[in-house]
């Protein structure tokens, strides 16, 4: 079993639509989460990156930490096409520098 | 925000020849700094962490003598990969990791040997 679980998809919706991605993972030591956004040939660009449990807001975007269920989220609101990207959650443990990758999710946001 | 600047992005070289990427952080000191590979669709795999004057630390099944790390000053990191086949062929990518600061990635060099 993996560390950090994430659904590949592909995840396609229409334009407008509010997007919900999510990681599961296994290890309660993490305590730092992150979802990167990754376009094609590109490298990841940080989106959200909280501590610990709670909601973090950030324009159309907002993550979500449960610890409790060792669950994370990304939302996205008023979803463009230009948010088309592979999105990546992250972790690691305090005092760690590693990070724990999920497998990406492909996202599509059809015109 | 922090960046990262990754060069070059793409380059295509002969069979067993040697490649050098640099990883510069442009306004933070790196204590750390990551190579990863990518392959197509996949996540990113860690090849070695990187410390500041330091002998790098590579992942389980990377050949360090292949891929050479030198992590020269706070803010320079380079990969060189070293009589490079087509196998070597890759989308690699780093990041880099200051104190207080999350990690921050380059734009990856697209790697082709032909």
């Known amino acids: 079993q993996k560390e950090v679980e994430q659904d590949p998809g592909p995840l396609s919706v229409p334009e407008g639509a509010i997007v919900s991605l999510n990681c599961t993972y296994s290890?309660?030591?993490?305590?730092?989460f992150m979802w990167y956004r990754q376009y094609s040939r590109k490298g990841p660009e940080l989106l959200m990156y909280t501590y610990s449990s709670g909601n973090k807001e950030d324009g159309r975007f907002t993550a979500q930490v449960d610890k409790s269920s060792k669950y994370i989220s990304l939302f996205i609101r008023d979803s463009q096409p230009s948010d088309s990207a592979t999105y990546l959650c992250?972790?690691?443990?305090?005092?760690?520098?590693?990070?724990?990758f999920g497998q990406g999710t492909r996202l599509t946001i059809n015109p | 925000g922090a960046v990262v600047s990754q060069h070059p992005s793409w380059v295509i070289c002969k069979s067993g020849t040697s490649v050098k990427i640099e990883c510069r952080s442009l306004?933070?000191?790196?204590?750390?700094m990551f190579w990863y590979r990518q392959f197509p669709k996949q996540s990113l795999m860690l090849m070695a962490t990187?410390?500041?004057?330091?002998?790098?630390?590579?992942e389980q099944g990377v050949e360090k003598d292949k891929f050479l790390i030198n992590h020269a000053s706070l803010t320079l990191s380079t990969l060189t990969v070293t009589s490079a086949h087509p196998e070597d062929s890759s989308f690699y990518i780093c990041s880099a990791f200051g104190s207080n600061q999350p990690q921050h990635f380059g734009d990856g060099t697209r790697l082709s040997i032909l």
């Open positions: 990187s410390n500041e004057g330091s002998k790098a630390t590579y």
């Open positions: 992250a972790m690691r443990k305090q005092g760690a520098q590693k990070l724990v």
């Open positions: 290890n309660s030591a993490f305590q730092y």
């Open positions: 306004d933070f000191q790196a204590t750390t």
